[in-house]
Antibody
Framework: EMQLVDSGGGLVKPGGSLRLSCAASGFTISAYRMNWVRQAPGKGLEWVSI????????FYADSLNGRFTISRDNAKNSLYLQMNSLRAEDTAVYYC???????????????WGQGTLVTVS | EIVLTQSPATLSLSPGERATLSCRAS??????LAWYQQKPGQAPTLLIY???NRATGIPARFSGSGSGTDFTLTISSLEPEDFAVYYC?????????FGQGTKVEIK
């Protein structure tokens, strides 16, 4: 079974840092673009960041203002999100998600982790 | 930035009824639209991609349609497990955005 398992969340004070991890099983992440998507309590989904299969490019949501860094270790089949200068508005469940290409050149998030809760307070 | 607006915010229906959910984009996204289902306490699940293609394992009662700026997710006959929140999603350049969601609740 293809699966993503998120970990690393917790309670952190404003201005603090946290590193999230996402471990894949049942498939090899090296062939895929990987992402982080977050969801504030009771709110909708917000895309956070993407990293290419070979780490040749990364992109981030404008709202992050350079505070987060996405990375991956294909040898460990894992994805990471380093979050610095955390603010109360970063409080959310963070999901890692696999992005797959579609036949007509689009893409979609087809596998999601179970999420890890980050609380900034 | 392309904004996705979903309507209605809440849909109150009974099992067996037909559900019609709308997603409108602030500018054309061609057929670049996906739909996800999220149940309480769970991660989202991909239902539909490229506006009208069902993802692997998704029942035929789920269908998507539309192109350009107006899209629809239809659930032909609601099953008890279909009561959930549904999100549409698009990509524009290097940014992926979601609608605010439609909650389908039991009437």
């Amino acid at each position: 079974e293809m699966q993503l398992v998120d970990s690393g969340g917790g309670l952190v004070k404003p201005g603090g840092s946290l590193r999230l991890s996402c471990a894949a099983s049942g498939f090899t992440i090296s062939a895929y673009r990987m992402n982080w998507v977050r969801q504030a309590p009771g709110k909708g989904l917000e895309w956070v960041s993407i990293i290419s299969a070979s780490s040749s490019y990364m992109f981030y949501a404008d709202s992050l203002n350079g505070r987060f860094t996405i990375s991956r270790d294909n040898a460990k089949n894992s994805l990471y999100l380093q979050m610095n200068s955390l603010r109360a508005e970063d409080t959310a469940v963070y999901y890692c998600a696999r992005l797959i290409p579609t036949a007509i050149g689009h893409d979609a998030f087809d596998i999601w982790g179970q999420g890890t809760l980050v609380t900034v307070s | 930035e392309i904004v996705l607006t979903q309507s209605p915010a809440t849909l109150s229906l009974s099992p067996g009824e037909r559900a019609t959910l709308s997603c409108r984009a602030s500018q054309s996204v061609s057929s670049y639209l996906a739909w996800y289902q999220q149940k309480p306490g769970q991660a989202p699940t991909l239902l539909i991609y490229d506006a009208s293609n069902r993802a692997t394992g998704i029942p035929a009662r789920f269908s998507g349609s539309g192109s350009g700026t107006d899209f629809t997710l239809t659930i032909s006959s609601l099953e008890p497990e279909d009561f959930a929140v549904y999100y549409c999603q698009q990509r524009s350049n290097w940014s992926w955005t979601f609608g605010q969601g439609t909650k389908v609740e039991i009437k």
